[in-house]
């Protein structure tokens, strides 16, 4: 099977930046897509960036768009969120994700890989 590892998270001052990093392991790793999922108290998960593995393409949530940049090494397999002007609002937990499929939906329910999620707060 394939298990995603997450960086740990920080608490970050709203103007700042972080880079999560999300390292797979498996007998074959070989998606066709990984992208960032996250979290809110009481809140949905929803979708942050995903990054197609061979060519590179990305999609971003409209509200990380500009901020919010992801990418990846196949080399190493991972795959990189770097955020910048953090807001408070962007404090949740953050999930990378992998599916093998092709697309880059922005539904949870399309990934079937998932790291523990790792904790962002951006404080005022």
């Known amino acids: 099977q394939v298990q995603l590892v997450e960086s740990r998270g920080g608490l970050v001052q709203a103007g700042g930046s972080l880079r999560l990093s999300c390292v797979a392991s498996?007998?074959?790793?070989?998606?066709?897509?990984m992208a960032w999922f996250r979290q809110a108290p009481g809140k949905e998960r929803e979708f942050v960036a995903a990054v197609e593995w061979s060519g590179g393409s990305t999609y971003y949530a409209d509200s990380m768009k500009g901020r919010f940049t992801i990418s990846r090494d196949n080399a190493r397999n991972t795959v990189y969120l770097q955020m910048n002007s953090l807001k408070p609002e962007d404090t949740a937990v953050y999930y990378c994700a992998a599916r093998q499929t092709i697309g880059l939906p922005t539904s949870r329910y399309a990934y079937r890989y998932w790291g523990q999620g790792t904790q962002v707060t951006v404080s005022s």
């Open positions: 498996g007998r074959t790793f070989s998606p066709y897509a």
